[in-house]
C-alpha cells in the first residue's frame, strides 16, 4: 500500500492569438485516477477530481497537490540544476523527500520509447501535438498518451525521464501503469493558464528541515 501511495503521490504537478509563448506563469490541472480494481477504485473514488497548482519559470517548475489519500505533495524540477525534489505530508507516512537528478543517460533512454501521432487536440485554445510513450523502469511499465504545446516549453512531471524525445508542456495526459498487479489509469487535463511573476526561490531542491529520506524508509 506504501507503494501504491508514493506512486499516486508523484505521479501526482489559447490558441494565444497565434500560441504565443509563455515562459512565466500559473497551471491549474485536474486528475482523475481510475481502477478495475473495485477496492481500490472505492477508495479512489471518494478522491473525486484532484487540482495541482503548478508555478513555472523558464523550463523550471513547481506543482502541488493536495488530497486525503496522499496528503501534501510538492514537486520541485530544477531545470538549471537537472535535479527534482519531492516533498510528501502524508497523514499515514508523515513527511517525507526525495532529490533525484533528472539527466538520463544513454541507458535510461533505451527504456524509452516515444511516437510522435498524426493527431492533435485543441486544449484552452492550444494546438498540442499527440505523443505515445512507454518507459519501463525497476520492472515497472508506463504508458503515456501526451498532448503537448510548445507555447509552455516546461520540463513536467510526466516529461522528466523522456528526456528530450518530446517538446513542450502537456496540457492533457493519460497514463497507464500496473503497481503490485493493480491497473491504473491518470488522467490529467490543464484547465487554467495564467501569465505571472514568479519567484526563482520557489524552485530550490534542498529539503526543508523537518523531512526524511523517502530512500531511506
Not at 25 to 33: E, L, P, R
Not at 180 to 194: F, L, R, S
Amino acid at each position: 500500500m506504501k507503494k501504491i501511495l508514493v506512486l499516486v503521490a508523484l505521479t501526482f504537478s489559447v490558441m494565444v492569438s497565434a500560441q504565443k509563448a509563455i515562459t512565466e506563469g500559473k497551471i491549474t490541472s485536474k486528475q482523475t485516477i481510475s481502477t478495475d480494481n473495485e477496492q481500490m477504485q472505492a477508495q479512489l473514488a471518494m478522491l473525486g477530481d484532484m487540482e495541482t497548482i503548478t508555478l513555472f519559470k523558464g523550463q523550471s517548475s513547481r506543482s502541488e497537490l493536495d488530497n486525503p489519500m496522499s496528503g501534501n505533495v510538492t514537486t520541485v524540477i530544477n531545470a538549471d540544476t537537472k535535479k527534482m525534489l519531492v516533498l510528501m505530508d502524508n497523514p499515514a507516512l508523515g513527511k517525507m523527500y526525495s532529490v533525484d537528478d533528472i539527466s538520463l543517460s544513454e541507458e535510461d533512454l533505451k527504456s524509452v520509447t516515444v511516437t510522435k501521432g498524426s493527431d492533435t487536440k485543441t486544449v484552452l485554445g492550444y494546438t498540442c501535438q499527440k505523443y505515445t510513450t512507454s518507459i519501463t523502469k525497476d520492472g515497472v511499465k508506463v504508458e503515456m498518451i501526451l498532448y503537448t504545446t510548445e507555447a509552455i516549453p516546461v520540463v513536467s512531471q510526466q516529461t522528466t525521464a523522456l528526456g528530450d524525445k518530446i517538446k513542450g508542456f502537456p496540457l492533457y495526459a493519460e497514463m497507464k501503469m500496473n503497481q503490485m498487479g493493480i491497473d491504473m489509469t491518470v488522467t490529467t487535463e490543464v484547465t487554467k493558464i495564467e501569465p505571472q511573476s514568479v519567484s526563482s526561490e520557489l524552485f530550490s531542491t534542498t529539503p526543508p528541515e523537518g523531512y526524511k529520506n523517502m530512500k531511506g524508509q
